[in-house]
């Protein structure tokens, strides 16, 4: 054994040297057991640590939860070096399974994958840095994955600091900039770009470039023609000029999915149903009105379109409310001192409180479990309850250090919660114990929704994110300028965002977003009815209002209480509090059902 892995002889037993550079070498090793157990892995040496074992650790077990990249197995340190076990990939380099030329559709469909890996990995500001045929394997789970292996230990690329300082990776697939000591983002992509071209057409890098001319020649060695959007990908991946470029995965990603497809707003609509269709008569409740001068006010102060008409219900007054969630006609209500309340609107607004050890701090969200009588709830306490409606007492508490939830949601087998380090979180709710992170966000998660199959957020690092919960992984990425709200429309394609004062809408493959409305007050909440039909508006002026979702205009006004903090909305009964220390209860109204 190499005398630098003593530290590890007792678990691993070197097969041989894989590699060696400036910043350190890589082996294959056995674990050390005399048992058929015993299994093949890489051990990466990392000669001058950049940072502690222990952060080093965190954040490639973390990168190891991609399944196109190799897991995170063991670490130690010794003599200053640090050394670090990675699964390792049995399968062989991706030109040796089917060796080139490949057919363009092939290759499209094996960069999108690729280029989808690079996000994930630039997204923990990492450069992979070594990209080149024999760095990609092709994976049976599912058929033809390509798998991203030997990652250069680098320290992360900071915000200030736009490259840096390397002289490795193979000089036939380097990038100009890495040739000359240089490493940023977009070297991994023209990398990847020059993997792609030697896929197309079976010839070394090398092959492909006339120094003569100083241009490049694989156009013209290509022997199947290209769709334009995959050639203008690859001639863009492999600008050799940084300023033309692609600066970043996801721009390549939006240009290599791009069609002649129609809008996304012509989509989004193409989805939604107007609300004419809407015809399911309301069971008439029985009002708990204010004084009747209150009750007058506010039914005076109702200001419907023709389109669409809201019957006031009921106002309540139970301090500042910071969250709302309505199942049915079950409105539970989170409060600015921690308290939660119930309140059953079929039986006059009648309200009671949950039995348990209370929170002790804001609520920030309320989720209640699409199938069964249970709440969640979130706090600043640090804490999320599970409450059990039934019986109307405290179920369960999920905790964990430096814990600061921001909002829930709840899938059928998880309970999603993010949080202000930027994590979200899947907790298993048969066992009640957390299963899976998300955790490419780089700052505070403001918001969260779910359709049970797709996860969509929103993070002050000024991203939207959506996400797949069956496979575990990152889906798309969307920049935007800010943004505090959002839902998610049924179908898991298109993610509304309240973006100051306009309302947005995403869709999964764009690179920019659809305007639905827009005001001259604040966006502070929204909420999409369940069929997508309608979207409830809240400002932090005095009204709310409600868009249909297939037109985009404005169906209803209804004046509240300034200042709109949360919405909870089934279609049917809109409920808003604001910042008055009110909680408005409204009910579509019977006279305008068709």
């Not at 499209?108 to 500001?125: C, I, K, N, Q, T």
């Not at 058929?143 to 292996?149: E, F, G, N, R, S």
């Not at 492999?238 to 989509?267: F, G, H, T, W």
């Not at 991203?463 to 990152?474: A, F, G, I």
Request: aromatic share 6%.
């Amino acid at each position: 054994m190499n005398h630098a892995l003593c530290d590890g002889q007792d678990r691993y037993e070197v097969v041989k040297r894989l590699g060696q550079g400036h910043s350190g070498q890589t082996f294959l090793a056995r674990t050390a057991r005399p048992d058929a157990t015993s299994k093949l892995v890489v051990i990466k040496e990392v000669y001058r640590p950049q940072e502690s074992l222990d952060n080093l650790t965190k954040r490639l077990s973390a990168l190891g939860e991609h399944p196109q990249l190799p897991a995170l197995i063991d670490s130690w340190q010794s003599s200053k070096r640090q050394f670090l076990v990675f699964e390792h990939i049995k399968q062989p380099a991706l030109s040796e399974t089917e060796p080139p030329p490949w057919l363009p559709e092939k290759i499209e469909g094996w960069l999108l994958s690729l280029l989808a890996v690079l996000e994930y990995l630039h997204s923990f500001r990492l450069v992979h840095g070594d990209i080149r045929p024999a760095n990609i394997r092709l994976s049976n789970r599912p058929a033809q994955t390509p798998i991203l292996v030997d990652l250069r230990i680098t320290p992360r690329l900071g915000k200030q600091q736009p490259a840096l300082d390397t002289i490795e990776g193979d000089a036939a697939y380097a990038a100009p900039e890495q040739a000359l000591g240089k490493l940023v983002y977009a070297s991994d992509l023209y990398s990847l770009g020059l993997v792609a071209i030697h896929l197309l057409t079976g010839l070394s890098p090398f092959d492909l470039y006339s120094v003569v001319d100083n241009r490049w020649i694989w156009p013209d060695l290509v022997i199947e023609s290209l769709p334009r959007n995959l050639s203008s990908v690859l001639h863009r991946l492999l600008e050799r000029s940084l300023k033309y470029r692609y600066a970043n995965a996801r721009q390549a990603i939006i240009d290599l999915k791009k069609s002649s497809a129609p809008s996304l707003l012509d989509k989004a609509r193409s989805l939604l149903i107007s609300p004419d269709s809407l015809s399911q008569p309301l069971q008439t409740l029985t009002k708990k009105a204010l004084s009747p001068a209150a009750s007058e006010l506010i039914k005076s102060e109702v200001k419907p379109t023709s389109q669409l008409h809201w019957d006031f219900l009921c106002q309540l007054t139970p301090g500042i409310t910071t969250a709302l969630a309505l199942q049915g006609k079950i409105l539970a209500m989170g409060t600015s001192t921690g308290a939660i309340l119930i309140c059953d609107l079929t039986s006059g607004a009648e309200i009671y409180s949950l039995r348990g050890r209370r929170h002790g701090d804001r609520i920030t969200a309320l989720a209640f479990h699409p199938r069964g009588r249970t709440l969640y709830s979130a706090s600043r306490d640090s804490t999320v309850k599970q409450w059990d409606l039934a019986k109307g007492t405290l179920a369960h508490t999920f905790s964990q250090p430096g814990w600061q939830p921001t909002d829930v949601a709840v899938a059928p087998s998880y309970l999603i919660v993010s949080d202000g380090t930027g994590h979200i979180t899947l907790w298993d709710l048969e066992q009640l114990i957390p299963c899976h992170k998300f955790n490419q966000h780089q700052d505070w998660v403001s918001a969260i929704a779910t359709n049970g199959e797709r996860l969509a957020s929103i993070s002050r690092d000024l991203t939207l994110r959506l996400w797949s919960l069956p496979e575990k992984q990152l889906i798309e990425t969307f920049p935007i300028r800010q943004g505090q709200t959002l839902a998610l429309h049924p179908g898991g394609y298109h993610i509304i965002v309240g973006n100051g004062r306009q309302v947005d809408v995403w869709e999964v493959g764009q690179s920019t977003p659809e305007r639905l409305c827009s005001g001259a007050e604040g966006i502070t909440a929204l909420a999409l009815s369940p069929d997508a039909r309608l979207l409830a508006v809240g400002t932090d002026g005095n009204v709310l209002r409600v868009y249909e979702g297939a037109s985009g205009q404005c169906v209803s006004e209804l004046a509240q209480g300034w200042g709109v903090v949360a919405i909870a909305f089934n279609g049917h009964t809109l409920v808003s509090s604001s910042q008055d220390e009110t909680v408005t209860v409204w009910q579509r109204s019977v006279d305008a059902m068709p």
